[in-house]
């Protein structure tokens, strides 16, 4: 997990929500911002898998951006703002492993086909006869 925090910017509005009087006078929303290209935590390959993973939350002029309100207090949303922002970052420069197919064995075919035989012998034992 890298630690980019020190190229995060920060802006703060009013959050909408509870808070009582506090919600009209006081800039508890926190929204971060990070650059994606000028970042020198992660290589050129990492930041072109930042920006396809992550397109859909980077503006066009290149800020991945995030908005957190959920607490009362600045302090706690700029905490969990990080949190998650780096969170996501992190999870989209894994890169998954390639899946091997593989076919089910002789056993597993034959225990399938038995289980089916049986299933349908029940069945046929339901049925009445005259």
Do not use: C, H
Request: hydrophobic fraction near 35%; glycine fraction near 4%; avoid cysteine.
């Amino acid at each position: 997990m890298k630690d980019f925090s020190k190229e995060l910017i920060f802006k703060t509005s009013r959050s909408s929500g509870a808070g009582g009087q506090n919600v009209n006078k006081v800039e508890t929303s926190v929204t971060v911002l990070w650059k994606v290209e000028d970042s020198q935590f992660f290589s050129e390959r990492q930041k072109l898998l930042i920006l396809e993973k992550l397109k859909n939350r980077i503006n066009a002029e290149g800020f991945l951006y995030l908005t957190v309100s959920e607490s009362r207090t600045q302090l706690m949303n700029k905490n969990a703002a990080v949190e998650r922002i780096t969170d996501i970052v992190n999870k989209a420069i894994i890169i998954p492993k390639k899946r091997i197919a593989t076919k089910p064995s002789k056993t597993q075919k034959e225990k399938r086909l038995d289980t089916k035989k049986k299933i349908s012998e029940k069945k046929e034992n339901r049925k009445f006869r005259y």
